[in-house]
């Protein structure tokens, strides 16, 4: 019978570290994330896992440390937010252009000014375009089996991976977790072995200069890789789906096999929009929710088969790119486009800075969305 | 009387035969930090890793897919010398492989100015790693722009008004033996025994270590090819580059060459970048020249033979015979 576990998403991240048994960790205290560190350091101090932890002096070198690591042949991992992870820029691309599985944990946290500690997703999503996956959790649980999962899949596929977690609302908040066992975790995720390392028997210079007959070439690979990587993360899901009994998809939905209307967003606010869901059901409005789950590699099939047919579609995002909309939303659009059936979107912006996303806040959109028939285009709710 | 010029008074014969570094390398001709490179690696070894940040060497190096390094390179962000140097360390420790050294080799520019908080910060960590600067006193890759590293009155590209660079150089060794760090040394590829002592002194030990390398740079100095080696013995016989050692946080600092100076007008007015200066400017620089001695040297051990003998008298080599005739370009 696997152990469960009070922990916060905060310590199911760090737990799930240990477990991964990562080698090398650079570690930089940020709210909301520090507790993640904190946690690391406790578990190695008490020999739970025998990491080299570097206390660098900035996110930036955090990074850096994680990346020299891991072209060295060991699994590295390190956690940021917000601030954090906009200073780590240079070094996202560096990592996803090397490809490295590091994984990263991001508490998303709304970016300055003025100063905000709470959640939004613009910190994590502003890295959209930096060859890393990214992973939106919505409770402890997911958590811990998401950073399993990006090891794995980041060690199959050569593409690092990022895995998000909602500031305070998911980061602090503490829920029963069931601990996988030693044995499952090590035929889930097997030790690594790089496929290319610094090695003084072998000597190869990495991250040299690419001269433009080479460049190209090697993105378009990255991009193979990336795309091969839905498959990979489905078939890893299921293996773990297997041995645990749980599976999270790329793609999450509830209520949806008769659902009219889909209501459309990610992380922590789709626990709430499953209560609305239900209370609207009640009225006989039917109402289901798709969580998307994966953000990078962008689940084009699983998010037309969810949505094509459907009456409406509402997106929520907790971000937005401004002079444009929701993120969610314009990524969800271009997987619609040209699909036959596709149905008309809603867009909502809201929550941003850690404001509430209540049942109200959800309800309210998806009433709006039905009195306009086919939706407004984009709103703030 | 007509005397063979020679090197610190001794020949050549402890400089190792194995080349690790140099075949088909990128550098100018006459670059001191190839020099350097060549050196460095013969005291070092090929168990050695080189993690490379934005600098001349980025491109020294090779593109894709060369590399002119025996050993195993990792190009790194401009600014992240120290912590990646400090990352390959930790996992090759997680390996189990403590006797790699990882040498990070960073310009001026990824050592003074960029890399500075990431070097900063693995210095006060004391990690296990040999940080070199090869200072040559510019950003000469992107085209002579000027560093916290650009000495008073230099021209370079940006700072193209009389009188050049109106500050100081930053002061390195001060700064860098104030971290407390095990081994903190300067050096000059003009002293080859004295280059080599270092690094294979440095090799030998544990924790943090730093060795700063004086490089001139033809183009960017604007001096001959042929001018490198001796432009080495003028900046350190001048006082401009002291050979200096501190070792044990800065508990023993040792002046390892100390000859009768030479004034720093000698050193100043065979390079090109300084040629706008009068005689005024020149007793300026001179006036930093001696301070920064003082004060660098002041707490210095003074060369001294092993057997307790006197030093020997210091014979000045001749440079218009050793490189030639003196060419400004």
Known sequence: ?381 | MHRKPRLQGRPLWNVPSDEIYGQGHLACPGCGAAISMRLALKALGRRTIIVLPACCFSVIDGPFPCSAAGVPVLHCAFETAGASAAGVRAALAARGDDETLVMAWAGDGGTYDIGFQALSAAAERNEDILFVCYDNEAYMNTGIQRSGATPMSAWTATTPAYPGKAEPKKDLAAIMIAHRIPYFATACPTYVDDFLMKFRKARAMRGFRMIHVFSPCAPGWQVAEAETIALGHLAVRARVFPLLEAEEGGRVRRLNVDPPPLPVADYLRRQGRFKHLKDGDVKAVQAEVDRRWEELTARCERPARLDGRAPRKWRLPSFERLQGPRRLV
């Open chain 1, 1 to 381: 019978m696997p152990r469960r576990e009070l922990l916060t998403g905060n310590e199911a991240v760090a737990h799930a570290v240990a477990l991964a048994d990562a080698k090398v960790i650079g570690i930089y205290p940020i709210t909301p994330q520090t507790t993640i560190i904190e946690k690391i350091c406790d578990l190695a101090a008490k020999k739970v896992f025998q990491p080299r932890i570097i206390h660098v002096e900035s996110e930036h070198s955090a990074m850096a440390t994680v990346i020299a690591a891991s072209y060295t042949g060991v699994r590295a991992f390190t956690a940021t937010s917000a601030q954090g992870l906009a200073l780590m820029h240079e070094l996202l691309h560096w990592a996803g252009g090397g490809r490295l599985p590091v994984v990263l944990a991001n508490v998303n946290r709304a970016m300055a000014p003025g100063w905000s500690i709470w959640t939004d997703q613009n910190d994590s999503l502003s890295q959209r375009d930096t060859g890393w996956m990214q992973f939106y959790c919505e409770s402890a649980q997911e958590v811990l089996d998401s950073l399993l999962l990006a090891f794995r899949v980041s060690e199959r596929v050569m593409i690092p991976s990022m895995v998000v977690l909602d500031a305070f609302v998911l980061s602090h908040t503490s829920e029963p977790v069931e601990m996988p066992d030693a044995e499952t975790v090590a035929e889930f995720l097997p030790e690594y072995r790089a496929p290319f390392r610094l090695d003084v028997e072998k000597p190869c210079s990495f991250g040299a200069l690419l001269r433009p007959q080479h460049y190209q070439e090697i993105r378009v690979q990255l991009q193979d890789a990336m795309e091969a990587a839905v498959a990979e993360i489905e078939a890893s899901d299921e293996l773990w789906k297997k041995l645990t009994g749980r599976g999270w998809g790329v793609v999450a939905g509830y209520r949806t096999e008769d659902a009219d209307i889909l209501f459309v967003t990610s992380a922590t606010v789709a626990s709430t929009a499953r209560a609305v869901a239900d209370r609207l059901r009640e009225e006989g409005i039917k109402v289901g929710v798709v969580k998307v789950r994966v953000f990078r590699p962008f689940p084009f099939a699983a998010i037309r088969r969810a949505l094509a047919g459907r009456r409406l579609a509402v997106v929520f995002d907790r971000n937005i790119s401004y002079g444009h909309h929701g993120i969610f939303a314009q990524e969800i659009k271009s997987a619609l486009y040209g699909v036959s059936g596709a149905p008309p979107l809603a867009c909502f912006v809201g929550g941003l800075g850690g404001r509430d996303v209540t049942r109200e806040t959800i309800e309210t959109t998806l009433r709006s969305a039905l009195a306009k028939s086919n939706g407004r285009l984009f709103a703030w709710i």
